[in-house]
């Protein structure tokens, strides 16, 4: 997965692989520490789209770039920051399928992952080993 920030006017977003397994420990503390939530709820939350769960996120990857960056610094509109699966990630999610989706949905849903996989971004480094960025 991917958060993707794009603010208005820039040409090119800026793209971060989105592994919350392998975020550092000060990073997960000062995630904590900002949302109010432990790590595992976090996960959840920023896939559920909460604003100040996404609003950290990528308030750590900025700082990574820019270390004297402030979290009342990071400012977006919320069309301007997404989280995108790659399209590794899909496939794994269209194979799994059968396991959680009806069977008078599989059709429906199939055709709605290809369209997203056709669509997606294409990770070279994850070919034959992605998994779902659920933190554990």
């Not at 793209?15 to 109010?36: A, C, D, G, N, V």
């Not at 939350?45 to 750590?60: E, H, T, Y």
């Not at 919320?78 to 989280?83: A, M, S, V």
Request: glycine share 4%.
């Amino acid at each position: 997965m991917y958060l993707v920030y794009k603010p208005e006017g820039s040409e090119e977003p800026k793209r971060w692989r989105y592994q919350p397994k392998k975020l550092m420990s000060p990073e997960r503390e000062l995630i904590e520490k900002l949302t109010s939530r432990n790590f595992s709820d976090f996960t959840v939350d920023v896939q559920k789209g909460n604003s100040r769960c996404r609003r950290a996120l990528l308030f750590v990857y900025l700082k990574r770039e820019h270390p004297t960056l402030k979290f009342d610094d990071v400012d977006f509109a919320w069309d301007e920051l997404t989280l995108e699966h790659s399209k590794g990630e899909l496939i794994l999610m269209r194979e799994q399928l059968a396991e959680s989706v009806a069977t008078d949905q599989l059709d429906a849903v199939r055709a709605k992952l290809d369209e997203e996989i056709a669509a997606a971004f294409e990770d070279p480094e994850e070919e034959g080993k992605a998994e779902l960025p659920i933190a554990g």
